[in-house]
């Protein structure tokens, strides 16, 4: 057969032949090029939306005295009105950000129609205009995305430029930095967008993406901590007889010789919560322990609005060994809620969530 006539396995377990092969490729094409349209679309509105929201908050702030004199309370009250009614993209926070924005970018035409609001956001922390507006062209016309504007600004690309005699060179090392990270915006989960276009579940996607990141930066921190823990797995299945369970994150310490499982829990700490991973905790002992093994032991973290808790998990019978050993190699509660604390905070501000 030609290459046109032959045969493939389809997605879905039917026979797809040359010509068909050729039809989904352009109907790929089409459908992501559609998807791209729609994105820059309603990134393009969302940005002059939040502008005008600058733009009218700076105009009625400065109408005179009667009008100051609302001070910080003004956007307290615009919040508490306009985030009951649109969500949370309209707190407080994001509302402060929309003010200082019109008045980093007075002028709606120098807008850059390529650039989301997420890359205005990460814009508006670079204090010196002239870099900001150096910035701002650069990621438009380089396409960068928002993580790869945020690693020139990092690593103070236009500066290095201003002071390097070897242009070529910091433009080349720019440009494999960008390449590493220049990965398409989702569109069905985009946190930004979604919140602006109000969909529904918006909350849980943004808790979800949240949680997933809290989790990456625990594992780096946990390996980076120099204590004998080994990555095992995420969402590791352990199973009862009638049920399967996925635990977070695992690692295996080799110091202690023990299984560390991790759970992440958003909300309150509930009974319910420290009996799952009691369950997790004895379950992993039956099923995965091994003969020279010591007892396995669950960590419990919860994400709350004022502060992260983080409760350990042992069975009774190993509470003296968790005492006298497991204590000088595990990382403490203080340290894991003071980690928990500090990354929640800072992909909070990155990403425009507050939480």
Not at 116 to 136: D, F, K, N, P
Not at 149 to 163: D, H
Not at 340 to 346: A, F, M, N, Q, Y
């Amino acid at each position: 057969m030609s290459g046109d006539e032959r045969e493939v396995m389809g997605r879905g377990g039917l026979r797809v032949d040359g010509d068909v092969s050729h039809l989904l490729a352009g109907l790929r094409e089409l459908i992501q090029e559609a998807r791209q349209r729609v994105l820059r679309s309603v990134d393009e509105v969302q940005v002059q939306t939040y502008w005008e929201v600058g733009r009218h908050i700076v105009e009625f702030e400065q109408g005179g005295a009667a009008r100051a004199a609302y001070g910080s309370k003004l956007l307290q009250t615009l919040a508490g009105e306009l985030a009951a009614e649109f969500g949370k993209g309209f707190d407080v926070s994001n509302l402060r950000h929309m003010r200082v924005f019109y008045q980093a970018f007075p002028k709606q035409d120098a807008l850059r129609r390529e650039l989301s609001w997420t890359h205005y956001r990460t814009l508006l922390r670079v204090e010196s205009g002239a870099a900001r507006q150096w910035y701002m062209q650069e990621a438009a016309g380089q396409g960068w995305t928002t993580r790869a504007l945020e690693r020139q600004i990092g690593t103070l690309y236009y500066e290095r430029l201003l002071s390097s005699s070897d242009r070529a060179e910091v433009e080349r090392e720019a440009g494999e930095q960008v390449s590493k990270l220049a990965t398409p915006r989702d569109f069905v989960r985009d946190p930004v967008m979604l919140e602006f276009l109000g969909l529904p579940g918006t909350g849980k996607l943004l808790e979800a993406d949240l949680e997933r990141a809290l989790l990456d930066n625990l594992q780096a921190f946990l390996l980076e901590l120099g204590r004998g823990f080994a990555f095992v797995a995420r969402q590791f299945r352990v199973s009862s007889e009638s049920k399967d369970f996925y635990i977070d994150l695992v690692f295996y310490n080799y110091l202690l010789k023990c299984f560390v499982l991790f759970d992440l829990k958003s909300g309150e700490l509930t009974h319910q919560d420290i009996g799952q991973m009691d369950m997790y905790v004895r379950i992993t002992d039956d099923l995965k322990r091994g003969p020279d093994d010591n007892p396995t032991v669950g960590i419990i973290l919860c994400t709350q609005k004022d502060a992260s808790i983080v409760r350990y998990s042992v069975l009774h019978e190993n509470e003296q060994i968790f005492a006298s050993r497991y204590k000088l190699v595990l990382p403490s509660e203080e340290e894991l809620r003071a980690e928990l604390d500090r990354e929640r905070g800072k992909l909070a501000e990155g990403a425009g969530w507050e939480r």
